[in-house]
């Protein structure tokens, strides 16, 4: 069985170095555990937070021990009457290609009702994230202007979208011409602005939202964050889902004062956890499936072929390489 170890702490960017490949013997199927192979690995940008050690939401990785993600798993072997050979099951599981595991945590999925792939994504963590985000913090409203950044993503691919099924001006920022395009063309965004060649960020952000930010979806913090505040509109609310932009940072990132904003506007800024709302999951799973059905919303992936790329595939998701989600097809 091959493994991916935990080998060393990043400082500042993840790097190959931090990731070890061993091998193991395959253990022993007691009563009520299943043997799964891997099928697919979900990379995320929250692994780069449990790769340091600093205190957080989940506890750091261990140096040493494998890296765990959201996978979706086929089972080989059983010994617990609810799962059959054949079945798949997705859960947090550690990087192996095959493993005993107890049943605890692991939901089953049907390659039957969406592909294996988009329960890590759009009826998966991702998903439920952009959905929940989006109505818990964002209290959307009809007619009103939402920015998204990192809106190519997994996440802000599929906020923009729920966005203009709520009859909602969508802007969408990302990090190529090719990401911005795809979002009009693919997703429906009403407007896009790409960051990487945009030297105004504030200006430009006025000029796709003419009747200011009702909503901003936050998912990377930093300059393009602070650019939405200067346009935000009385009682705006910000959804800081993700700061990707300062994760690798070694050093307290700083920017912009964000009170006298808030003052002015009234406005509501809160940091959003999708595991907070894990009561709402099968709901909101079964609404982003319906919707998918009724080809409302749409989804596309980065797909990169074989186990030992996973890091490599986590790396390239960090700088922007995918398109939508990024998994690894063991
Ligand atoms: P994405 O699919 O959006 O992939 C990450 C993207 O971030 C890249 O494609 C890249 O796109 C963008 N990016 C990288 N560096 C920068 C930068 N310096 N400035 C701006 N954008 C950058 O990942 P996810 O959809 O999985 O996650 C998106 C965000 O949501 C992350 O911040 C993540 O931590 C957060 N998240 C939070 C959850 C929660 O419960 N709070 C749950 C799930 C995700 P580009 O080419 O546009 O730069």
């Known amino acids: 069985i091959d493994t991916i170890l935990f080998k060393s702490r990043p400082v500042g960017e993840p790097t190959l170095d931090n990731f070890e490949f061993t091998q193991e013997e395959t253990a022993e199927l007691k009563d009520g555990q299943l043997r799964v192979k891997a099928a697919y690995i979900s990379v995320d940008p929250y692994l780069r937070g449990r790769m340091s050690a600093a205190k957080s939401y989940i506890p750091p990785f261990e140096v040493g021990k494998p890296l765990l993600s959201g996978m979706v798993a086929e089972v080989i072997e059983s010994k617990n009457e609810g799962f059959k050979?054949?079945?798949?099951?997705?859960?947090m599981l550690p990087w192996k290609t095959e493993q005993v595991v107890a049943t605890e945590g692991l939901q089953k999925v049907d390659p039957n009702l969406a592909p294996l792939s988009a329960y890590l994504g759009i009826i998966g963590m991702t998903g439920l994230t952009a959905y929940l985000g989006l109505h818990e913090i964002g209290k959307p409203k009809e007619?009103?202007?939402?920015?998204?950044?990192?809106?190519?993503?997994?996440?802000?691919?599929?906020?923009?979208?729920?966005?203009?099924?709520?009859?909602?001006?969508?802007?969408?920022?990302?990090?190529?011409?090719?990401?911005?395009?795809?979002?009009?063309?693919?997703?429906?965004?009403?407007?896009?602005?790409?960051?990487?060649?945009?030297?105004?960020?504030?200006?430009?952000?006025?000029?796709?939202?003419?009747?200011?930010?009702?909503?901003?979806?936050?998912?990377?913090?930093?300059?393009?964050?602070?650019?939405?505040?200067?346009?935000?509109?009385?009682?705006?609310?910000?959804?800081?889902?993700?700061?990707?932009?300062?994760?690798?940072?070694?050093?307290?990132?700083?920017?912009?004062?964000?009170?006298?904003?808030?003052?002015?506007?009234?406005?509501?800024?809160?940091?959003?956890?999708?595991?907070?709302?894990?009561?709402?999951?099968?709901?909101?799973?079964?609404?982003?499936?319906?919707?998918?059905?009724?080809?409302?919303?749409?989804?596309?992936?980065?797909?990169?072929?074989?186990?030992?790329?996973?890091?490599?595939?986590?790396?390239?998701?960090?700088?922007?390489?995918?398109?939508?989600?990024?998994?690894?097809?063991?």
């Open 85 to 91: 050979k054949g079945e798949f099951v997705s859960g």
């Open 143 to 330: 007619g009103e202007t939402l920015v998204v950044s990192g809106a190519a993503g997994a996440v802000g691919s599929v906020v923009g979208q729920i966005g203009k099924i709520l009859g909602l001006r969508v802007i969408g920022i990302a990090g190529s011409d090719e990401k911005t395009a795809m979002l009009k063309s693919k997703f429906g965004f009403d407007a896009t602005i790409n960051y990487k060649t945009t030297e105004n960020m504030q200006q430009a952000i006025a000029e796709a939202a003419p009747n200011g930010v009702d909503i901003y979806f936050d998912n990377v913090g930093g300059p393009i964050s602070d650019a939405v505040l200067f346009n935000i509109n009385r009682f705006a609310r910000m959804i800081i889902c993700g700061a990707i932009s300062v994760y690798n940072n070694t050093e307290i990132p700083t920017g912009v004062a964000v009170q006298p904003f808030l003052v002015k506007n009234s406005a509501l800024m809160q940091g959003f956890i999708v595991s907070n709302y894990a009561a709402k999951f099968p709901e909101v799973a079964k609404q982003l499936a319906n919707w998918l059905q009724q080809e409302k919303l749409t989804y596309t992936e980065t797909v990169v072929e074989g186990f030992k790329n996973t890091p490599q595939a986590f790396l390239d998701m960090m700088n922007g390489k995918n398109k939508g989600k990024m998994v690894v097809k063991v």
